[in-house]
């Protein structure tokens, strides 16, 4: 991606190009009116897209939220420099847990997801970019973490997220439909992750719409 932002949020001026970055170059204008908020395991887990830092404060009272992952792991954006100083101004433990849209789940971050999960202060929230994708992902592995089924979890990429699973992040669909055809009822989701989940097969056997990846690549212009 992307950006005009410098790093800098201790002036006047590298405050104003941080929120041109954010609005303009990474899209915030329309998330100041649209968020995708849902809840993954109520009352504990929650998903949605990039929050504002006017919404992420809004989230935190409304939600009493102690901790964020951002999964779009640090970028030199606007929109990543004002949530990093909100969540800070909130005390929220931060977490930068970064994951693929378009690639096959990596074994490590899936299991350090898990390691957040096991320990982070709960409500957590969670966000990718237009959190449609990487949001999905993540709340479909929290649900597997917490004994939800494979069907529990792709309900978290759906439409009604703003998920194509025609397109290239289809891939994150059969993820989980290939756990649920390989072990579901047999092994426990971690158990299968660290001893039989093959990225690279993932890979070859699925095959993306091209239509579709164009939509989602360069119309919604999803991360």
Aim: glycine letters at 8%.
């Amino acid at each position: 991606m992307n950006s005009i932002f410098n790093g800098d949020l201790t002036t006047a001026k590298g405050r104003l190009v941080a929120w041109i970055d954010s609005l303009f170059i990474d899209h915030a204008v329309f998330r100041l009116v649209w968020s995708n908020l849902a809840p993954v395991i109520p009352g504990r887990i929650y998903r949605c897209n990039h929050p504002t830092p006017a919404r992420l404060r809004r989230m935190t009272r409304r939600l009493g939220l102690r901790t964020l992952i951002n999964l779009r792991g640090k970028t030199q954006s606007g929109s990543d420099a004002l949530s990093r100083e909100a969540a800070r101004e909130l005390g929220l433990a931060f977490h930068d847990m970064s994951f693929e849209s378009r690639g096959a789940p990596q074994r490590d971050r899936i299991l350090r997801l898990h390691e957040i999960y096991r320990s982070m202060p709960t409500p957590a929230i969670m966000h990718c970019k237009s959190g449609a994708d990487r949001a999905g992902l993540a709340a479909g592995l929290m649900v597997l973490f917490n004994g939800g089924t494979a069907a529990e979890a792709m309900r978290h990429l759906s439409l009604r997220f703003g998920h194509i699973r025609q397109s290239r992040t289809g891939i994150l669909d059969a993820f989980f439909l290939q756990f649920q055809r390989e072990a579901e009822g047999r092994k426990p989701f971690l158990d299968w992750v660290r001893e039989d989940y093959d990225e690279a097969a993932l890979r070859r056997q699925f095959h993306a719409n091209g239509l579709a990846s164009f939509i989602n690549d360069w119309v919604l212009a999803h991360e």
